[in-house]
Every structure is written in C-alpha cells, then in structure tokens.
C-alpha cells in the first residue's frame, strides 16, 4: 500500500521555554520536542489518519535517536531518515511573547544534516506513488538537497498532489534574488503552493494577495494559498475557483506550529476532495488549535478537534 503523504526537508529538536513572557537569558525550564516543517506536516497528517512519511536526515548522535523515536511514536514511517556522521542534529530555541512575537534560534551549523539529501539515495517510485508529495523551499537552499528536491519534482511530473510548501527562511539564504531561480523551477513541477506574503513574494516577486494568487497560477500551480496573517488565507485555483476565509478566534500561547497544522489538514481535505472553502476552513482551525498550545508536533489536532472548532466557530 502506498503512502497518503511523503513530505521532504527539515527535522530538527524543537527546545521550548516552559515559561512565558521570559527571554531566553533568563529561561529555567525548557520543553523537548520534534521539529521541522517537513516532519512537523507529516506528524499533523498522521494525526488525522493519513499513512505518511518523511525523507530527511539527522545527525548519528543521540538527538537523532530521539527524533526516529518521536516519529515512530506519532506514527510517521522514518525508513527513509537517515544519519549523517560528523554532523549535529539540529536544534531550534525560541522565545514565546504572545500573541505575535516568537523569535527562532536555528543552531544548524556546521551544516544542518537535512540538507545532504542525496538525489541517488531516493526512492523514486514510492515518491512517484504517493498521493501526495511535499517540498519546501528551505530545501532548495543548498547542494545536495538543492538538486535532490529538484530531482524528485521532476521524476514526479506533477503525477497525484504536489506540493510546494515556500518555508521562505531568510537565514538561509544569503538575499531573496538567490532564491527565487529555484523557486520558480520548483513551481514547474507543482500543483500547489503554499506561503504567506513574504513567502509569496520570494516566489513571484508580488505580494499583493490576489496578485501574487495570480502570479503562482501563471507560474504552473493547479491551486496557489496565500496565508494573509490577520486577514485570513486566500486560495484561487486554475478553474476559477476561490476562496478567502478569516482566521478562527483563538488565544496565541504559541504560533510557531500553526502553518505544519494548516498544512497536515489541507493535505487531508485535499484527499478527501472537500470545496474550497472546507478545505481553507479546517486548515486554518488546525493552525488555530496549534497556536493555542505550546508545542509544536505533539501539538497537532485530531480530526473531532478540528471539526469542533470549526462547529463552534472559534478554539476554545
């Protein structure tokens, strides 16, 4: 049986302050967890019952032993998460401000393993099978991930769902005009993209919402999500089909894991070919619950969480 989702691209020990409102100098306490956009989407589609997993690699020391433990715990198959000897498993630190300030701290050097995703090592037909494929572009950042994530949109030819997550993340990359070349190759190989404005302009060059909707379309996208912050998400597809749904009330404790629950449940409404509007509608709940809680992976909702939030028209 083949997978639901395989997504490609960065893992990582999330380490979280226990305590809020409290810079990292003075944090005591913190919280261990799976991080990574790639994972953390396959642990939110697992979450609602899909068969996923993750390509990526780790560092052969002890945190990449946690990291195949947490996987296997949320059930998300690591065949394909290997070691990477002389390199560290990254860790991510953050600061948590609520409701809108969550700096990131990414310790990835020298080199983050997840970045010598080698195009000979991959599975090639599995990749082909899946119901759904899943990039980001931190993956397109640096050699070999660059011409592995490449490879693997270009043997897939747009075959099922293809997915490209933009992950714009200015740290790594030396200038946005680095970027969008490898962007706009990926975009080639994609029947849907998916970032908020910033991510949207990298890619295109636009950030006008409906502009840069657009613009992805135009670039090869079958269905372009723009994700507008306080004024909700936007989707537009190639049939003419739109929708823009507002964000559902909900008390930040923590934001950084909202865009991996918006994308576990759009995957899910995707397979499940919901509307538009369904489909923005239970993704944004996702993130919402997410951003409610402190963590990020073992944060993500269940399918009777996501639709209670969505009954009752905000998290409760």
């Not at 697992?46 to 996923?52: C, F, H, S």
């Not at 302009?201 to 502009?211: D, F, I, N, S």
């Amino acid at each position: 049986m083949g997978y639901d989702l395989i997504t490609m691209g960065r893992i990582g020990v999330d380490l979280y302050p226990l305590q809020t409102g409290v810079p990292l100098p003075q944090v005591t306490s913190f919280g261990k967890f799976l991080g990574g956009s790639a994972s953390n989407v396959a642990v939110a589609a697992a979450r609602l019952g899909r068969r996923t997993a993750v390509i990526t690699r780790t560092g052969d020391d002890p945190f990449g032993t946690y990291l195949h433990e947490a996987l296997q715990g949320f059930g998300v198959d690591d065949r394909w998460v290997t070691p990477v000897p002389g390199l560290p498993t990254p860790v991510t630190f953050c600061e948590v401000f609520p409701p809108d300030d969550f700096p990131l701290y990414f310790y990835r050097q020298p080199k983050a393993p997840d970045l010598e995703i080698d195009a000979h090592e991959l599975d090639l037909d599995a990749l082909r099978e899946a119901r759904v494929f899943w990039v980001t572009g931190t993956g397109l950042s640096e050699e070999p991930s660059r011409t592995a994530t490449l490879a693997a949109l270009a043997h897939r030819a747009k075959a099922g769902i293809t997915v490209f997550d933009l992950d714009w993340r200015p740290m790594f990359w030396t200038h946005p005009d680095e970027a969008r070349p490898f962007y706009e190759e990926a975009l080639r190989h994609t029947t849907v993209a998916v970032g908020n404005l910033d991510e949207v302009e990298v890619a295109t060059g636009v950030r006008k919402p409906r502009e840069a909707a657009q613009a992805l379309l135009d670039a090869g996208v079958e269905l372009a999500v723009v994700k507008q912050g306080p004024k909700g998400v936007l989707a537009v597809d190639s049939k003419g089909n739109e929708a823009e749904v507002p964000p559902l009330p909900v008390n930040v404790l923590n934001g950084l894991g909202a865009g991996d629950a918006f994308g576990g449940s759009l995957v899910h409404g995707l397979l499940e070919r919901w509307d538009l509007e369904k489909v923005m509608r239970h993704a944004n709940a996702a993130g919402a619950i997410v951003a409610s809680r402190l963590e990020c992976s073992s944060a993500m909702p269940t399918v009777t969480e996501i639709e209670d939030a969505v009954a009752a028209g905000a998290v409760k």
